[in-house]
């Protein structure tokens, strides 16, 4: 069956310039999260949905950062105005609850570079 | 297929060695990673191999990489109950990091 899938797989953009990536997830997953890893670090957790419960945004960097998932299907990261130090590899991934045993399942990452 | 693999479960008895191994798709691939999450918690990167190495220790850590099977394991030496928490291994290549599904550690007191 398919598995996470994230797009764009590469997104160059100039700075000051607002970015959307998108994430879909494995049908059937209630939970989905948003990482971001920057070159030589670990993942940084950004923000996490569960069903139709209000998302946990604790892990936004800043107000130009924003998410959106519609019911239990595809979620959208929007970074407005982005800066150099927004590229990084950003990661979605998806789990059938958020047990803290429930596995999640990946994608393969939109690698952003700002310029 | 790009899949990286782990076994989905571990049980050990506190103080006891864990071993978590897992296999990966792609040997040109540069960097290799553990991560850690803790319950309720996000993820959380423990350590990383570069693909020239075949050993790195970090106290209680040592990983071990076999790059002609292409496997990678990590050994917790002393387990502690604190450790119980999910373990994933990822593989970089090229611009991508590929995840394993994670290996669920359960350590009994």
């Known amino acids: 069956g398919a598995g996470v899938s994230q797009s764009p797989s590469n997104k160059v953009t100039e700075k000051g310039k607002d970015v959307e990536l998108r994430c879909d997830p494995i049908s059937g997953h209630t939970a989905l999260y948003w990482y971001r890893q920057r070159l030589g670090q670990g993942l940084e957790f950004l923000i996490y949905f569960q069903g139709n419960s209000a998302p946990d945004k604790s892990g936004l960097p800043s107000d130009r950062f924003s998410a959106e998932r519609t019911g239990e299907s595809v979620s959208t990261l929007t970074i407005q105005r982005t800066q150099q130090e927004d590229s990084a590899v950003y990661l979605c991934?998806?789990?059938?609850?958020?047990?803290?045993?429930?596995?999640?399942?990946f994608g393969p990452g939109t690698r952003l570079t700002v310029l | 297929g790009e899949d990286v693999e782990q076994s989905l479960f571990l049980s050990v008895r506190e103080g006891d060695s864990s071993v978590i191994n897992c296999t990966y798709t792609?040997?040109?691939?540069?960097?290799l990673y553990w991560y850690k999450q803790e319950p309720g918690a996000g993820l959380q990167l423990l350590t990383y191999?570069?693909?020239?190495?075949d050993m790195k220790q970090d106290q209680r850590l040592t990983v071990l990489l076999n790059k002609k099977d292409k496997h990678l394991s990590l050994r917790i030496a002393d387990t502690q109950t604190g450790d119980s928490a999910i373990y994933f291994c990822a593989e970089m290549k090229g611009n991508q990091f590929y995840f394993g599904t994670g290996t669920s550690l359960t350590v009994i007191p």
């Open positions: 191999i570069f693909s020239n190495m």
């Open positions: 991934a998806s789990s059938f609850t958020s047990g803290v045993t429930d596995t999640q399942y």
């Open positions: 792609d040997s040109s691939s540069t960097y």
